[in-house]
């Protein structure tokens, strides 16, 4: 009697879940700039009340990762649709029903033979130089994300956040813009000019910047500072020297409105003294190395 108590109650449970499945559904399809993506068996779309009125119905077919992978990447133009509906489903949806939609809005993800690329050594080479710059304790980990032709071919997490913690680093993890700009301006400018014989990775800082040449970074080679082993300050907080004691900004820092002297845009109603950059040189040059 017991086991039967409990079962009885188990599909209770499961047939209420389902109707608020099926009532929040038809409250969906009901509302303007809905797309819902269903992952089952087509001739179920029949036991949904109103589905029909969806203003956006992606059937799919099959319920696993690739498909949820797909059908996220068509919602947002990564890919695009031209299957037809190969069955007539009640009186909701019939036979070739269906729309032909152009991707390319945005990249999207898929194999790298898809971009002419080789997946096994693809990822066999990002592995091993990976593991060697954790190894070497240039980076304490970091992701790896691969693009070709608006296709992302390659997306991977290494390591950890720091060397002191056991915070393993995700794809969700989201990096500072210094992160991203150090190796999408700064760095393919130096590979450029490394290749056309105009710069030299051993050569110190005060080679190129001769305003270091009487700082305690005078002959720290670039392969140090982009291998991030130069020992320089990681942080420095400049503007705790933009601001007086009562709250205000100094006179040579920020205004709320543009002009001659004040002619690069921070943010909205904040515009930064066109000499300020030198400050930024001369507390870089004074740090001290850690």
Known sequence: MREFTIRANIRGIISTWQDLALSLLKELSAKENTIIAFFKNPYLLNQIDEI???????????????????AAQLIFGGVGANGKLPVTVGEKFKAGAGLELEGGLRFKYTLPEEAGMDSKILGTKINSLMQEAINARAIPGGQVLVAKDQK????KAYGHHSYTDTIKVKLTDLYDLASITKVTSALPALMKLRDEGKFDLEAGIDTYLPKFRRSNKSGISFREILAHQAGFQAWIPYWRNTI????????NTFKKDSSARYPIKVAEDMWLHRNYKKKIYREIKKSLSE
């Open 244 to 251: 007086r004691r009562n709250g205000s900004y100094k006179w």
């Open 52 to 70: 029909e009125a969806a203003p956006g119905l992606i059937l799919t077919y099959q319920d696993n990762l690739n498909s949820e992978d797909l």
């Open 152 to 155: 992302v071919i390659f997306h």
